[in-house]
């Protein structure tokens, strides 16, 4: 029961776009930015997307976020083996005196 | 550059407590915030709470409220994450992280600690 809502997998074959959505509400993407995380196997996240839509040195520019109303997106185009990971998205929730909101997490598939 | 360098894996019993630090460094430590945020086999991430290490005030998430404890030492730069009343439902990786900047109410995590794993069994 997270609150940010993410579907919980996509896939995509080789070179294709994959899109993956983000929905919340008035006090968390609609007042604050969205970042964006990718998680591979046995590792900590990784930062791949900041304030709705910058990227980290060293992301490829095939990772691209944006955000609109209480919904924010997060890109892949191009797609490629090594983008198989998890995938989530958090913001600042101003309620209950402040927290973080993450979704749930997209486990993307490369076919 | 920057380092969170966490302690090592725990292996607890059903009601114990288990302290994790994390221990900073290639900056100055008063500066930022920490957050902490776990991840249980298999699940999403979920965040416990932060801690101001600049005078040591936290925030909790309300679900651990009255079980967790963040403290900071600033002579190591070490920031410390006391969950008690453990339960089997705690087992989990427990991950330390640093905003990229210098404020509190913002989730741009530009550096993690390499993760905790806390195994709670009787």
């Known amino acids: 029961q997270s609150v940010l809502t993410q579907p919980p997998s996509a896939s995509g074959t080789p070179g294709q776009r994959v899109t993956i959505s983000c929905s919340g509400s008035r006090s968390n993407i609609g007042s604050n930015t969205v970042n964006w995380y990718q998680q591979l196997p046995g590792t900590a996240p990784k930062l791949l997307i900041y304030?709705?839509?910058q990227r980290p040195s060293g992301v490829p520019d095939r990772f691209s976020g944006s955000k609109s109303g209480t919904s924010a997106s997060l890109a892949i185009s191009g797609l490629q083996s090594e983008d198989e990971a998890d995938y989530y998205c958090a913001a600042w929730d101003d309620s209950l005196n402040g927290h973080v909101a993450f979704g749930g997490g997209t486990k993307v598939t490369v076919l | 550059q920057v380092q969170l360098v966490q302690s090592g894996a725990e292996v607890k019993k059903p009601g114990a407590s288990v302290k994790v630090s994390c221990k900073a460094s290639g900056y100055t430590f008063n500066s930022y915030f920490i957050h902490w945020v776990r991840q249980a086999p298999g699940q999403g991430l979920e965040w416990m709470g932060i801690i101001n290490p600049s005078g040591g005030s936290t925030v909790y998430a309300q679900k651990f409220q009255g079980r967790v404890t963040m403290t900071r030492d600033t002579s190591t730069s070490t920031v410390y994450m006391e969950l008690s009343s453990l339960r089997s439902e705690d087992t989990a990786v427990y991950y330390c992280?640093?905003?990229?900047?210098?404020?509190?109410?913002?989730?741009?995590?530009?550096?993690w600690g390499q993760g905790t794993l806390v195994t709670v069994s009787s």
């Open positions: 992280a640093r905003p990229g900047i210098a404020v509190a109410g913002t989730t741009q995590f530009n550096y």
């Open positions: 304030n709705n839509y």
